[in-house]
């Protein structure tokens, strides 16, 4: 059985650092992406992150130049620099295997919250 097992949140002030890690465990076949996907109260799903099976890297807008994802589709991790209250959310951990639509997601992880105050 395939899990993803998320670490890392926690709270943090304006500017401050966290880094979430994924792991995948259980008998899986190769993922297309391994990834972070958030969700705020009262707002939708969106995506973060990814790290493809080529070695790309994915990132959203609103996270670009202060987040960076390292890692592979087995092991992933997402340092997260210069956190704004507008990144609070819940995030998960998400496994693709399309190479022709990363935003199948598979896997998700159980989430994992990240409070920014100010």
Excluded: H
């Excluded at 996270?63 to 994802?69: H, W």
């Amino acid at each position: 059985q395939v899990q993803l097992v998320e670490s890392g949140g926690g709270s943090v002030q304006t500017g401050g650092s966290l880094r979430l890690s994924c792991t995948a465990s259980g008998s899986i076949s190769s993922f297309s992406t391994l990834g972070w996907y958030r969700q705020a109260p009262g707002k939708q799903r969106e995506f973060v992150a990814r790290v493809t099976y080529a070695d790309t890297k994915n990132y959203a807008d609103s996270v670009k130049g202060r987040f960076t994802i390292s890692g592979d589709i087995k092991s992933a991790y997402l340092q997260m620099n210069s956190l704004k209250p507008e990144d609070t959310a819940v995030y998960y951990c998400a496994a693709t295997y399309s190479k022709y639509n990363f935003s199948e997601v598979a896997y998700w992880g159980q989430g994992t919250q990240v409070t920014v105050s100010l």
